[in-house]
Structures are given as C-alpha cells and as structure tokens.
C-alpha cells in the first residue's frame, strides 16, 4: 500500500506549478510567476500576491493567466472567487483559476462558471480512488548488453617443496600469506596484482605464463595444515578474454499520487511523485 501522503501549502504550490508548467510547454504558455513574493500590480495602484501566474503569446496580445491555491481542509466559497475576480478586473488579467484540495461549495461553482473562473481539485488519491496504490504500466525498455570480462587467472604456486594448483575462477590464493618463524606475516596478494598485471600487459590469450618471484630465506607457509618452508615462488597463469551478449527487458511502472479534476471540462489528471502525469477518464 502506498504510504500516506501529507503536503503542507508550499509544496502545493510547487505541485501546482510544476503542473501547469508541464503541461502549458505544448501550447507555448509558461510561468511567469510564482510563490509568496509574487506580485502584480493593478491600474488602482493596488499591489496582489498572485500564487501562479502563467502567460502566452497570441500574435501581438499577451494572454495572462492567475491561479490561486488553497490547501485547506474545508471546501472554498465564493469570497476566493470575489477575491480573485477583483485581482483580474484591476490587473487586466483575462483568465483564472482556483486550485483547492477540499473541493468547493455549490454557490461557488455556480459563481465561478458565471465568472468565467475555472475550478480544479487537486488532491491526494485516497482509499476511496480506483486508482489508488495501482501500479500504471507507463513502457517498456528493453536493453542489449555486449559485455567483455579480460581476466588474469592463476593456475598454480611452485613453493620448491610443493606446488599447489588452482581452479582458476576462485581467487583465494589472493588472501594467502607467509610468514616467518617470528610470526611476521607477508601477504601475497602484492604479488598476485603483479603478475596479474603482467599477464594483461603481455596480451596473449590462453597462453600460460610463468613468473618468478625472489623470496627471502625463512619463511613458511600453511597449506593443508602443514607448514611448509617457502624455496622459490613461482606463479603460473594465462590470460582470458570472455565476451557474451545479453537482452534485458523491465517494464516501468509507476503508482498515482495525486489526482487532478477539472471540474467545467470534466479532464482527470494523475500525478506520480517521479512527476509523470498522465490523463483518465473521469
């Protein structure tokens, strides 16, 4: 189930914005306007905070647009349209909208239609949405994958009194060590990226390469539980080169988040949080 959302009126705003940002690009309407210190100024002198204001070009005439909106609990009445009616008679702004998330009174649709003001409900899905916690199967990508894996593989130690061979997928030998009768211990994994160097630097595939290694008197090491003195270090290995092609396939999906109601038109609007929208019916 989808975690329970909660919004407080700057990051609704935000939404509301990033909204009609979106969709507004296609028809080359953009935000021009937005927040607490966004202002406009009417014929009277008179200064307003306006939360969006978005604007297109048609021809030589600017087309400007101011949406107000409330995150309240309770529905919106008819003094928000008054409100913003009066913002556009003084500001010459042509169009309006009130986004809310309660929905809004009878009186105020009534109002608002007569005014020509549009009105959206923009809320969270609930338990109550068909829509809600579903995931919505958005495309599908399918990925063809060339991978090539150079490997240096150590197929066996000459130690002198022992030489002890290797599966060459297993890299174990890497965390081996010497030591000496002190117990001071000497790893061998310096000397395994070494000849591993090597043996890529040399190129030649498959081909086992041997290289000898100077070792100090003293020093022992553990193999089988018996300790064994060291005589000579002498690694053997080759070099692979494994190339192998693959398709993965995933399908994205994406679950609604909030949904979008144009009440006039009788548009529905999803809204993810990755911020994909996509239209349903109503």
């Known amino acids: 189930m989808m975690e ?3 919004l407080d009126w700057e ?4 939404i509301t914005k990033y909204i009609y940002e979106s969709l507004g690009a296609q028809y080359g309407i ?15 002198g008179n200064k307003y905070q306006v939360d969006v204001l978005t604007e297109q070009n048609n021809g030589d005439q600017k087309i400007i647009t101011a949406i107000e909106c409330k995150y309240w609990k309770d529905k919106v009445d008819t003094d928000v349209i008054l409100k913003l009616y009066s913002v556009m008679d003084d500001c010459d702004i042509a169009n309006g909208i009130i986004v809310c998330k309660s929905g ?22 609930g338990e109550g949405d068909d829509e ?21 593989n150590i197929t066996s130690i000459d130690f002198g009194k022992k030489t002890v061979h290797f599966d060459p997928s297993i890299g174990a030998v890497y965390y081996w060590k010497l030591h000496d009768s002190s117990g001071n211990e000497f790893p061998l994994k310096p000397i395994m990226f070494e000849f591993a160097d090597k043996v890529m630097r040399q ?13 100090e008197d003293g020093r022992f090491i553990y193999i089988d539980d018996q300790e064994i003195e060291v005589e000579k270090l002498s690694v053997t ?3 692979s ?9 995933y399908t994205l999906t994406d679950q609604v988040w909030m949904i979008m109601e144009q009440l006039f038109d009788g548009k529905r609007l999803t809204l993810s949080k990755t911020g994909l929208m996509w239209h349903l019916p109503k």
């Open 4 to 6: 329970e959302n909660t």
């Open 11 to 14: 990051e609704y705003e935000k």
């Open 30 to 44: 953009k935000v021009s306007g937005f927040g607490r210190h966004n202002k406009v100024i009417g014929t009277s």
């Open 104 to 125: 809004f009174t009878r009186d105020t649709m009534t109002y608002a239609e007569h005014k020509g003001i549009k009105l959206v409900i923009l809320r969270e899905s």
């Open 132 to 152: 809600h916690g579903k995931d919505v199967e958005l495309g599908f990508i399918d990925l063809n994958i060339h991978s090539t894996l150079t490997r240096a």
């Open 203 to 215: 190129n030649e595939p498959l081909k086992n390469i041997t290289v000898d290694y100077p070792i």
């Open 237 to 239: 290995g080759f070099l």
């Open 241 to 249: 080169i494994t190339n192998s092609n693959s398709v993965k396939s």
